[in-house]
């Protein structure tokens, strides 16, 4: 396997391993456990004195493959691959906590990951401390003798707020912490948080890495040195290994996640340049757009614009709802990533449990939308979105 391939290479050919069948495309190994030839090769396994597979919770040949392709795109050391994001994100933040560390996390979060720092951590002695992530004053300002990690979302969903990666990662290696990027938003083509710094990488596999809405899936990269001390035994005893089915799915969807990401960015940049021009909209927020609140820390950390767009009606719930109704290619779903258009009213779905405070802190209104790109012919979208916003009136 070459290091130096480029992305689109090592997305087709990289982690392949082929049994003596030769097949082109990744074999699926459906299997929970290995057979050992001899009681002393058993032995030997477990002792982890020769390679090879011991049972489908530690790791098995499709999962191998999927976590060496995605450490190759992510330029990381390991990786493992979970059951879905969600099992991917509290696994790298318990794994490597105790009763009486600290977490300080930028408050705009995924909702499940805002539980898992706000609510669940606390519950075994694991402080949180939750902070506007976009002012790094306010990261060291938090900081107290037991921070071990930093956690953030960049760009966040759904305002698509954009966090100084590299300005963290420094912060959290001055006193001894671990910064933990929930990178979906940015997609590992376009943001790389290892290189900037950040010590481990989540992924819900979910989003744009199957990108055609079949299966969930998430993944933890780092180094080696990380991965062994902190993740492998909890990864091995709490048992959240994904199925080498959605493993399979994945090693395919990947095949074409550049192309798809491409296409899809393509698509999100016209339509918030075309959003912005409407009177019916308050505000467009998209990474690449000049008039993006951080313009130059998007234009430092990321090498693309994004596949989401945020943008506020005029008319809050009413016209959000009746905009949303009226489309007839984007469909309402509160999935992203996906080839499929797709648009969500956040204060009432994904972002329906925070407090009114909250959601305004985040910058969530009434009228907030947000669409997630596909990668359809970007005239039909234009269309769609013309008529659709013809029919709430001005
Ligand atoms: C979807 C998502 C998750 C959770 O992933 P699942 O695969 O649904 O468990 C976590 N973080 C972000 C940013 C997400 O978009």
Redesign the pocket.
């Known amino acids: 396997m070459s290091k130096t391939w480029r992305p689109a290479t090592q997305l087709v050919h990289g982690g392949t391993t082929r049994s003596h069948h030769g097949e082109t495309s990744e074999a699926i190994f459906l299997t929970q456990g290995f057979v050992y030839e001899t009681s002393e090769a058993a032995e030997a396994r477990f002792k982890g004195e020769t390679d090879g597979f011991i049972y489908a919770r530690y790791g098995s040949p499709t999962n191998d493959m999927f976590e060496k392709r995605m450490c190759m795109l992510e330029g990381a050391e390991d990786a493992r691959a979970t059951a ?4 991917a ?1 509290s696994a790298a933040i318990l794994c490597q906590l105790k009763a009486g560390d600290h977490i300080v996390a930028a408050r705009a979060l ?1 909702g ?2 805002r539980w898992v720092v706000e609510t669940l951590a606390p519950k075994y002695g694991i402080e949180c401390t939750l902070i506007d992530g976009r002012d790094l004053a306010n990261w060291e300002k938090a900081i107290r003798p037991n921070t071990k990690v930093f956690f953030l ?1 960049s760009p966040t ?1 759904p305002t698509l707020e954009v966090i100084d990666i590299a300005g963290v990662a420094r912060l959290a290696n001055q006193i001894g912490a671990k910064v933990v990027v ?1 990178n ?2 940015a997609t590992p083509l376009f943001q790389k948080p290892l290189e900037l710094g950040a010590h481990v990488v989540v992924y ?1 596999a ?2 744009h890495i199957d990108g055609q809405g079949r299966c ?3 993944i933890v990269l780092s180094d080696k040195k990380w991965i062994d001390e902190n993740l492998h035994d909890y990864f091995r005893h709490t048992g959240p290994a994904m199925s080498p089915f959605n493993a399979w799915t994945l090693l395919k969807g990947i095949e074409t996640l550049p192309l798809r990401v491409r296409q899809q960015t393509e698509n999100a940049a016209r339509v918030a340049d075309f959003l912005a021009e409407q009177p019916q909209v308050a505000r467009v927020i998209y990474p690449g757009r000049k008039d993006h609140p951080q313009a130059d820390i998007v234009a430092k950390q990321m090498k693309g614009g994004s596949t989401l767009v945020c943008f506020e009606l005029k008319g809050g719930k009413e016209a959000a709802f009746a905009f949303q109704n009226a489309l007839e290619v984007v469909r309402i779903s509160n999935n ?1 990533g996906d080839a499929k258009s797709l648009i969500t009213h956040p204060a009432t779905t994904t972002h329906k449990n925070l407090t009114d405070e909250a959601r305004a802190e985040l910058g969530i209104s009434a009228g907030t939308v947000r669409y997630s790109a596909g990668i359809e012919d970007s005239d039909d979208l234009i269309e769609d979105f013309a008529a659709a916003l013809s029919r709430i009136g001005k």
């Open positions: 879905s994001g969600m099992a994100v995924f499940s990951c979302e969903n929930d979906v938003f819900s979910t989003k969930l899936g998430g992203l």
